[in-house]
């Protein structure tokens, strides 16, 4: 996992409201050092040249609105374009972004929250375990094919980590956890699209668990080199 910090005074103003909330992140194209600024059509940004540029969606982990500064933490696993850009970017390199998109709204009254997440989705999970409230009680489950990672403390979080088994599908242990944890007030889920569906079927489906009380997202796709980074290409 890489941290890359954003500054300047083009984040004036940006304000992000809820945990868990998106920016999308403008990206060099690739073989290109400088950035081009697309152009917004109304239904997508365009390059001059009617190439679509590379962007690239991420939970920002902190937003100061003091310092004008966005850290955005990334997935670096070798491959794809933010986890290139991640790696070799230096201070003072450019960068653009546009949000923030939607985030989740707490509900307050569900008195518990399972949370369950890979690695694109630490950073709204950290999120949320600082935002939620101390009385709440919070499972938290997380799918990782590396070491485990410091969370933000809650005194009433117990925060279980999954290896990723080799050949085993994406988000196969959250699918598991899930299926083997007590009910929830609240659900929230992020990972691979396929795992996350299959997660949507588990909890609405064949547990009956009224929509209302889960969220649950599709960060990225499996196979899909352009899906790259932390909470990628979110579904809107």
């Given at each position: 996992m890489a941290r890359v910090t954003l500054t300047g005074p083009a984040l004036e103003g940006l304000v992000v409201e809820d945990p868990a909330a998106s920016i999308r992140l403008l990206l060099p194209l690739p073989g290109a050092?400088?950035?081009v600024l697309p152009a917004w059509t109304g239904n997508e940004f365009l390059l001059a040249d009617g190439r679509r540029p590379t962007l690239r969606t991420f939970t920002p982990r902190r937003v100061d609105t003091s310092a004008l500064e966005v850290d955005v933490d990334v997935v670096v696993h070798g491959a794809g374009a933010a986890s290139a850009w991640a790696a070799a970017v230096e201070p003072g390199a450019p960068?653009?972004?546009?949000?923030?998109?939607?985030?989740?709204r707490v509900d307050a009254g569900a008195g518990s929250y399972l949370l369950l997440g890979d690695?694109?989705?630490i950073a709204a999970i950290s999120q949320l375990l600082e935002t939620l409230g101390a009385d709440s009680a919070v499972r938290v489950h997380l799918e990782s094919d590396g070491d485990p990672l410091p969370l933000p403390p809650h005194p009433r979080a117990e925060v279980t980590w999954h290896?990723?088994?080799g050949g085993a599908p994406f988000g196969a242990a959250l699918v598991g956890a899930a299926a083997?944890?007590?009910?929830?007030?609240?659900?929230?889920?992020?990972?691979?699209?396929?795992?996350m569906q299959q997660l949507r079927r588990l909890l609405f489906d064949e547990r009956g668990l009224p929509r209302a009380r889960a969220t649950v997202r599709g960060y990225w796709k499996a196979g899909r080199s352009a899906d790259d980074g932390a909470g990628s290409d979110p579904e809107p």
């Open positions: 050092e400088e950035l960068a653009a972004l546009s949000g923030p998109g939607r985030g989740h690695e694109t989705a290896h990723r088994a083997a944890a007590a009910p929830a007030g609240h659900v929230w889920a992020a990972g691979e699209a396929a795992a």
